[in-house]
């Protein structure tokens, strides 16, 4: 039974950096496609940035992408997102997602394509 915890969610002024944490259980292969999504109060969960099982990287948008940074450890199965230059648009549940292979494919941020969730972390900017 694959697990997924999110930590390191906080209340940051504008401006402000966090880095959140994401630790899989060892039923999560280290090569799982792993993204980071967002829900924002009356919003929908959006995807953030995914990782596949080498490496490869993308970002919803050019803005998150000159703001934040996610990487994996593959030898604690964990995945993180750095967080700078928050704004308040940036408030919202942020949640870990893996799937059950090491590619992310097309359309990567479709939610019904993840099969297992964190049950989310409070990122607050104002």
């Known amino acids: 039974h694959v697990q997924l915890v999110e930590s390191g969610g906080d209340s940051v002024q504008p401006g402000g950096s966090l880095r959140l944490s994401c630790a899989a259980s060892?039923?999560?292969?280290?090569?799982?496609?792993m993204g980071w999504f967002r829900q924002a109060p009356g919003k929908e969960r959006e995807g953030v940035a995914k990782?596949?099982?080498?490496?490869?990287?993308?970002y919803r948008s050019d803005s998150m992408k000159g703001r934040f940074t996610i990487s994996r450890d593959k030898g604690s199965n964990a995945l993180y997102l750095q967080m700078s230059s928050l704004k308040p648009e940036d408030t919202a549940i942020y949640y870990c997602?893996?799937?059950?292979?090491?590619?992310?494919?097309?359309?990567?941020?479709?939610?019904?394509?993840?099969?297992?969730w964190g049950q989310g972390t409070q990122v607050t900017v104002s």
């Open positions: 997602a893996a799937r059950d292979r090491e590619t992310c494919g097309s359309n990567w941020d479709a939610l019904s394509k993840w099969a297992y």
């Open positions: 060892d039923e999560l292969s280290i090569n799982a496609c």
């Open positions: 990782i596949n099982g080498v490496g490869t990287i993308t």
